[in-house]
């Protein structure tokens, strides 16, 4: 029986605080593919700065398994829950998790994450800059004009500054 049939998809699991990168090596040697969304910030102590890498959403890893690796992912120490949706393990848009991927990929993006919750707003599309070709909503966000990209599972938000040129409005 050939292995055809079997579907991966993307799913969010909640992990304990603060290990997110120590249950994505443990997943990633399990031969488990996760992502775990990355950021560089400057942490400043009184003695020294340092550049270090934080997860982009705090207490989530994102795998990309079949039925076959749902339990494994769940015994994997410090590994606390899927996100779930209407009773099941909510499933991740492909897309969602490239433009994750893509918005990490550019050093000078600066985003910011929240669980606050916004109105829905104009949907835009960004025309230039890095992130071309991205579709989502243009909000006002701290007095300042931002596009927001929606991760409907998890109630989060990615917010990034767009300038007002790089943007069109998005028709349907």
Known sequence: ????????????????????????????????????????????????????EMPLISGYVFVYISRREYE????????????????????????DINLLKRMLGEADLDLEVTAEQFKPGQKVEIIAGPLIGVIGELIEYKGKNKVALRIPPLGYTVLIEAPGKNLTSYKI
Do not use: C, H
């Not at 029986?1 to 969010?12: E, F, K, P, Q, V």
């Open 72 to 95: 494994i992912v769940l015994r994997t120490f410090n590994v606390v829950s899927y996100i779930y949706f209407e009773g099941k393990a909510a499933i991740i848009r492909e897309e």
């Open 1 to 52: 029986m050939g292995n055809n049939n079997i579907i991966y998809s993307w799913y969010a699991i909640r992990v304990k605080s603060r290990s997110e990168k120590k249950v994505f090596t443990d997943l990633t040697e399990q031969k488990i593919e996760a992502y775990l969304p990355l950021q560089r910030k400057l942490r400043i102590w009184s003695d020294r700065k340092k550049w270090v």
